[in-house]
């Protein structure tokens, strides 16, 4: 069994445990080392405070699993982890009964950023009121 671990902004916990972990683009991000997850995830979401690492295990060989391409050998590098296991895609979502409930790690962000966290909410606000227009029409 390879132990694989996803990590996201904490705000997605409660989404993750009603409906698992659900592909976005057509593939969830993960790693084989929890802390890369952490690294990644922590530097691309710098308004969010908390982070949160779950895993999941699939047999090796799984054809759900390949290796990702969206850690360039510089962002490893920038990061400080290695390239061996950095990332990683399953193309099918991951059920809730596949999570390892036990293994839910929570960590401050040491990447996160006050100013760019407001930056963050008024263009998520602004985004909003866009769709509720278009919505309207």
């Given at each position: 069994m390879i132990r694989y671990y996803?990590?996201?902004p904490y705000d997605?916990?409660?989404s993750i445990l009603s409906t698992g972990?659900?592909?976005?683009?057509?593939?969830i991000y993960c790693s084989t080392?929890?802390?890369?997850?952490?690294?990644?995830?922590?530097?691309t979401r710098m308004y969010s405070d908390k982070i949160c690492v779950l895993s999941?295990?699939?047999?090796?060989?799984?054809?759900?699993?390949r290796?990702?391409?969206?850690?360039?050998?510089?962002m490893t590098k920038l990061l400080g982890v290695d390239d061996e296991g950095a990332s990683y895609?399953?193309?099918r979502s991951i059920p809730t009964s596949d999570?390892?409930?036990?293994?839910?790690?929570?960590?401050?962000?040491?990447?996160?950023?006050?100013?760019?966290?407001?930056?963050?909410?008024?263009m998520m606000k602004h985004n909003r009121k866009i769709f509720e227009k278009m919505e309207e029409e």
């Open positions: 996803h990590a996201t997605n916990l409660i972990l659900k592909t976005q683009f057509g593939e080392s929890q802390e890369t997850a952490v690294r990644w995830v922590s530097f999941f295990d699939r047999e090796e060989g799984d054809d759900t699993m290796i990702g391409n969206d850690h360039s050998p510089i895609v399953s193309t999570l390892n409930w036990d293994d839910i790690v929570t960590y401050d962000n040491p990447f996160y950023n006050e100013e760019y966290a407001k930056q963050h909410e008024n």
